[in-house]
């Protein structure tokens, strides 16, 4: 079983770093100014600009 690379609104960060925003559906492409967030381990995710959207560890 693989690492977990999207995560939802009130699930715990796994590990500290940038996150952002992408969108759940792969078709409709990138986030158009996704939210991007320094979270530290432990955290709840907060809830995305939309409804369609999750958060993932952003790569430098």
Do not use: L
């Not at 999207?6 to 792969?26: C, H, L």
């Not at 492409?29 to 993932?56: A, L």
Request: aromatic share 8%.
């Amino acid at each position: 079983m693989g690492e977990q690379t999207q995560f939802e609104p009130g699930d715990r960060v796994p590990n500290d770093g940038m996150y952002t925003e992408v969108s759940e559906a792969q078709h409709t492409g990138s986030v158009k100014d996704p939210r991007v967030t320094r979270f530290t381990r432990g955290q709840h995710f907060p809830e995305t600009s939309n409804k369609d959207r999750k958060w993932t560890h952003k790569k430098n």
